[in-house]
């Protein structure tokens, strides 16, 4: 009996509104159309924080009905980020995922989020100046922790569903995601379902989410357990509170420049 392996993919764009933060933030926010190819990039092409693409793939049956035999994720089906404030590179949280196959069906979730942390890094190097270089490693301990106390944000993220159906058709949603920042959901035109990805196209999927009134109560409530819901929700899928990520290693990643 022959098969059909189908490839289907989904994305959000989490973005900053320059109407939410001057110093940093991503303008307008993406366009409506985006090229397939630039979704994984992680350069700036697009004005993201971050980008959640979740992409499946499932092998069928040629029979009547079909039947969907295996499924799985690509290996392009991750967290991209784009630099933080200062060229910083922002700490990604692992990712959340599942897969239900109901063999007429398979329901794929992902949860992918991150966090800058530009504040921490410039605490460190303002630390490594107060000090002898002996110290050093205590002083930028010191310097990063007063920093996310006093400027450390909380994780954004967003999770996912994409539903492939045995019979080649497909229905993706967003579920729930963080107060903040703005957020785009983006599926595949009809006349790009089952191309390639990089060389087919997205296209935005009603309005974006407008989290420009909610930068003050993200700060605030972007901490800890995940307040069960749909849409913007407070809190975070990993349960993070500001203290776990005090202590939480900043990653030794040198400034894109």
């Not at 793939?57 to 969907?68: D, G, N, Q, Y």
């Not at 930028?140 to 996310?148: C, N, P, Q, S, T």
């Not at 229905?171 to 035109?189: I, N």
């Not at 913007?232 to 202590?247: E, H, Q």
Request: charged share 20%.
């Amino acid at each position: 009996m022959a098969h059909i392996l189908r490839t289907e993919s989904i994305c959000t764009l989490n973005w900053i509104n320059k109407k939410a933060l001057k110093s940093e933030n991503d303008g307008d926010g993406p366009p409506d159309k985006i090229p397939g190819a630039l979704v994984t990039r992680e350069d700036d092409a697009l004005p993201f924080r971050f980008v959640n693409l979740l992409e499946a793939k499932v092998l069928v049956t040629e029979s009547s009905p079909p039947r969907i035999i295996s499924a799985g994720w690509t290996p392009a089906s991750r967290i991209y980020k784009n630099p933080s404030f200062g060229k910083f590179a922002s700490e990604a949280f692992d990712p959340m995922r599942t897969i239900n196959n109901q063999h007429d069906r398979v329901v794929f979730q992902q949860t992918v989020g991150a966090r800058t942390v530009s504040p921490e890094k410039f605490g460190e190097i303002v630390g490594a100046l107060e000090g002898p270089p002996i110290l050093i490693p205590i002083t930028e301990k010191i310097g990063r922790k007063v920093a996310h106390a006093l400027m450390g944000f909380p994780p954004i993220w967003t999770t996912i569903q994409l539903t492939m159906f045995a019979d080649g058709r497909s229905e993706g949603k967003v579920l729930r995601y963080s107060l903040f920042p703005s957020m785009s959901f983006y599926t595949h035109p009809d006349e790009s379902m089952g191309q390639p990805r990089i060389s087919s196209s997205y296209q935005l999927v009603g309005d974006s989410y407008d989290a420009v009134q909610e930068l003050d109560d993200w700060k605030v409530h972007g901490w800890g357990s995940l307040q069960n819901g749909s849409g913007p929700c407070k809190g975070n899928p990993w349960g993070y509170s500001k203290d776990d990520l005090t202590i939480r290693p900043v990653a030794a990643e040198t400034r894109i420049v």
